[in-house]
């Protein structure tokens, strides 16, 4: 088994043992208010974690750079504010980029 798999297994193991902890902790209690809330709140910082990092990061992924990713993003970011179909947004956002990538 290479290293690789190892840690998928090791990775799967630690994921089922947490998601197995909440019900086993709780016992069918119910969580306190501000844990509900906080918890609510965990997707949006995951996705903006992810959209962050795949935008900002570099090839090697040890700096954080501005090129036509993060431009392409400003353009998805106001077609959004501006309420555009999501389709709208995706291909302006993709546009942006690739036209800013064809140009230097």
């Keep these: 088994m290479t290293e690789v798999w190892i840690a998928i297994a090791a990775m799967t193991a630690v994921s089922f043992a947490i998601k197995a902890a909440g019900p086993v902790v709780l016992g069918g209690r119910s969580l306190p208010p501000a844990a509900e809330r906080l918890i609510a709140l965990i997707p949006a910082a995951l996705l903006t ?56």
């Design 49 to 104: 974690a992810l959209v962050v990092t795949q935008t900002f990061a570099s090839h090697d992924g040890r700096a954080l750079v501005l090129d036509a990713r993060a431009a392409g993003i400003a353009v998805a970011v106001v077609a959004a504010t501006r309420r555009a179909p999501m389709l709208v947004v995706l291909v302006l956002a993709a546009g942006t980029t690739a036209l800013l990538r064809l140009a230097g």
